[in-house]
């Protein structure tokens, strides 16, 4: 059964990243239902993108590891629903 | 005339004074890295770095191929041959994209190259200048890693982290991308090889609990069974394996690409696995109680319906990339390590143990097998030449020993499954893309990179002809590949199939073909053919005894089949020994 689920990547911040996170969901043609991604306040070599993502926990479970072994990723985090994502966003710095 | 792949220039500017220009700074990065061997097609955008080569005649072999898909495979094939890094320089524009075929074959076979492509000056990207193409976009999904360079102050690290990456873990292909102006420019040189990134963890710490709970399984299975992949190979672990398999007396089959891990000619080696492997070894993959599969991901064409492969077995799982862990089937016990490092963990945890029962009951499917097929294609009394013929003597008159390059079809599966591999890493072909095309390229590199080995690519008429141009890089740079085609002219494992499931509806696979011979002879390579069956033995035999690069051409019979065969979409135990007229 299809669900949203909150998927935020951890990575450096290099041109393509991006790129390679929505090649795999596309690859594996999972809906992205929202899209964040910013770079750290504090060190623009640094970053993290925040997806919702509509699809089943068999194919969250398989895809996590292929984003994970990209080089510049870090790591991750998955949980279901779309609290963790909009926690996320509420974190981020806000312009003054 | 043969021409020597070194110019005759010698390297006088190691030395000069720093700063250097981007494009020499890329020479000596690569010499750092000892590399020695770089397949390549020059361009504009990639002429400051080809200008810089000049100077380093002596130091670095350059093999000018005659397309860039050419210059990838090659470079494959050298890295497969030689456990190194394969290197290609390509210019920007269709330079780069006509290596995207390699680059998704060593992504997808686990080759580590590295490719350095041109690219437009940095004010220019984006415009649509001429031969500019955004070969970053392009390459993402194909490539383990992507850089682009427009600083000249950063080619040495790319370059190192790009050796790195492409040798280190699971290894992959590797682009970089270097802007005409950072080519040009000047900057400082060091080169600091690259020891770690922060973010990629290539080599996990082994699970000791996983590596007990594995050998629990070992010590009280009754009928367990060894996949090995080509994780053996790039991990070191044959002899790791070898112990493992005679000290637990366990049966050992080959993945595609896992084929020289083990030797053929072992008592415990049963074959080959997938849907044109041996009988015994798919149908006891349904048969087994414990299924250890180290260094292979559980491809489709090993599994067949993969819903009903192995569910009475219990499954070990031993594998370096953690994303093929439980992806195509699910692991009872995961190690998520390298192989070689697994395998030797596991070898004081296992129990002596002798299985013959079980043992047996492959050599009742082999004999099985052997009378309906392969006595059939080896001996066969009357008719043309069978491509299962050939590779038996090939293989006979070798002793396995020979470095194979296959390419892809009928003639591929034929070799895989005839040709008794002795010795680790003799085995190359395009695996899990499946790339016609591929054989002769590769061949032209693992000869490079295997020097004292002799290497045979084994071809179809089809996949000759999508590369052949490469005869002109093997005449130029006397390459010393035995080149052999099987001809049947039809792109045979198509037509195969549109036989058994298209009731014969050969719909576009015939192929009139130009005379090969001929058309070899051309380039200045000896050429022969051979269409009857009492010249194949000193056909072969000469084709094996003269140095240098050579041609034979073995027209095979037309419309054979390559059996057994688990039909796409059936359970490995459907596997079918023939087709009941
Ligand atoms: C580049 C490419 N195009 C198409 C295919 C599909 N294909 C797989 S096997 C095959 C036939 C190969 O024919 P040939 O090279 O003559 O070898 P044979 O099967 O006759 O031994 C084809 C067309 C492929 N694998 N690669």
Request: glycine share 8%; hydrophobic share 40%; charged share 20%.
């Amino acid at each position: 059964m299809k669900k949203d689920f909150s998927f935020i990547v951890y990575a450096d911040n290099s041109f393509g990243i991006l790129n390679r996170m929505i090649n795999a969901f596309n690859r594996r043609r999972i809906r992205i239902r929202t899209l964040m991604a910013s770079e750290d306040e504090h060190n623009p070599h640094t970053g993290s993108a925040a997806f919702i993502l509509y699809t089943t926990e068999e194919m969250m479970r398989k895809v996590k590891p292929q984003i994970e072994k990209f080089i510049e990723v870090d790591h991750t985090q998955v949980s279901e629903g779309t609290t963790a994502f909009y926690a996320y966003i509420q974190q981020l710095p806000v312009e003054k | 005339m043969q021409q020597k792949a070194v110019l005759p220039t010698k390297t006088d500017r190691l030395h000069t004074e720093i700063p250097i220009t981007g494009a020499e700074a890329v020479i000596r990065s690569l010499l750092a890295e000892s590399v020695t061997t770089i397949f390549g097609y020059p361009g504009g955008a990639i002429m400051p770095v080809y200008d810089a080569l000049y100077h380093y005649g002596d130091r670095l072999n350059h093999i000018l191929t005659r397309h860039e898909q050419g210059a990838i495979h090659a470079a494959q094939g050298y890295a497969r041959a030689s456990g190194r890094v394969g290197v290609v320089f390509v210019t920007s524009g269709p330079g780069a994209t006509n290596l995207v075929t390699g680059l998704a074959d060593a992504m997808i076979d686990s080759t580590p190259v590295v490719c350095i492509t041109g690219q437009v000056a940095s004010h220019l990207l984006g415009t649509d200048a001429f031969q500019e193409t955004d070969v970053m976009n392009i390459t993402i999904p194909v490539t383990k890693w992507s850089v682009q360079v427009t600083r000249p102050d950063d080619i040495p690290s790319a370059i190192a982290k790009a050796f790195y990456i492409a040798r280190t873990g699971r290894p992959g292909p590797v682009l970089i991308d270097i802007t005409k102006d950072a080519q040009l420019q000047k900057a400082p040189f060091s080169y600091v090889p690259c020891q770690g990134i922060k973010t990629y963890r290539p080599r996990p710490v082994l699970n000791m609990q996983a590596v007990q709970a594995a050998a629990q399984l070992i010590n009280s299975s009754q009928r367990p069974y060894i996949l090995a992949g080509q994780g053996v190979l790039l991990s070191g672990a044959m002899e790791a394996l070898r112990r493992l398999a005679e000290k637990a007396g366990i049966p050992v089959a080959n993945t595609l690409l896992g084929l020289s891990s083990f030797p053929a000619n072992h008592p415990l080696y049963v074959g080959f696995l997938g849907m044109h492997g041996n009988y015994s070894t798919n149908r006891n993959t349904n048969e087994c109680d414990l299924l250890i599969a180290v260094g292979m991901r559980f491809d489709d064409r090993v599994t067949g319906d993969v819903s009903k492969y192995a569910r009475q077995a219990k499954i070990i799982h031993i594998e370096l990339d953690a994303a093929e862990i439980n992806k195509n089937v699910h692991a009872d016990v995961a190690i998520h390590a390298d192989a070689r490092e697994a395998l030797e963990a596991l070898l004081p945890l296992v129990k002596p143990n002798q299985h013959p029962e079980w043992l047996e009951s492959f050599r009742q499917y082999q004999q099985e097998e052997y009378e309906k097929i392969m006595s059939r294609d080896w001996f066969p009394a009357s008719g043309l030449i069978k491509m299962g013929e050939v590779i038996h003597q090939l293989s006979e008159r070798t002793r396995g020993n020979a470095l194979i390059v296959t390419d892809v079809g009928q003639h591929q599966m034929v070799t895989s499954r005839y040709y008794a591999f002795t010795r680790p890493r003799t085995h190359i072909t395009s695996g899990g893309l499946g790339t016609m095309g591929f054989a002769l390229p590769a061949a032209m590199g693992a000869a490079l990179g295997a020097p004292d080995q002799p290497v045979i690519a084994i071809i179809g008429d089809g996949g000759f002809q999508m590369t052949l141009q490469e005869l002109g890089t093997i005449a130029q740079f006397h390459i010393p590949v035995k080149i052999l085609v099987l001809n049947n002219s039809f792109l045979g494992m198509v037509r195969q199939w549109q036989q058994l499931f298209h009731e014969s509806r050969y719909s576009f696979t015939e192929m009139t073909n130009p005379d090969f011979v001929q058309l070899v002879k051309a380039y200045g390579i000896p050429a022969h053919r051979v269409t009857e069956r009492e010249s194949l033995a000193s056909a072969l035999d000469a084709f094996l005894e003269q140095p240098g690069p050579r041609f034979l051409e073995v027209k095979v019979e037309k419309e054979e089949n390559v059996f057994p065969m688990v039909p796409a979409g059936a359970s490995v135990s459907d596997m079918i020994l023939e087709v009941k007229a």
